[in-house]
């Protein structure tokens, strides 16, 4: 079993960047794949992005592709995104997850983190 907490949240304009990162308990983070996903006011929870164990493989929505990044230190049990050109359309709550593949379905994971929100002013 493994407990997530994301931190890294708050408050950006337009165009800002803000990084994201989920600590991890337990000594077998390196076994999951980890996740991102992400839930707006009124809407469903949508994916992000995904990496797989050793960080090789990444997996991105289409509506962050070349403006997130998701990485790993399995070192220190912890995965990043960097989000870079931010708008308003990426407010949320952001999710980590972890999983047996880096996927972007949702009932692919069976761990999830509490979340850390995201606003991105105009």
């Known amino acids: 079993q493994v407990q997530l907490v994301e931190s890294g949240g708050g408050l950006v304009q337009a165009g800002g960047s803000l990084r994201l990162s989920c600590a991890a308990s337990?000594?077998?983070?390196?076994?999951?794949?980890m996740g991102w996903f992400r839930q707006a006011p009124g809407k469903e929870r949508e994916f992000v992005a995904a990496i797989n164990w050793n960080g090789v493989g990444t997996n991105y929505a289409d509506s962050v592709k070349g403006r997130f990044t998701i990485s790993r230190d399995n070192a220190k049990n912890t995965m990043y995104v960097q989000m870079n050109s931010l708008k308003p359309g990426d407010t949320a709550v952001y999710y980590c997850a972890a999983g047996g593949r880096p996927t972007s379905l949702l009932s692919a994971y069976a761990y999830w983190g509490q979340g850390t929100q995201v606003t991105v002013s105009s």
């Open positions: 337990g000594r077998t983070f390196s076994s999951y794949a």
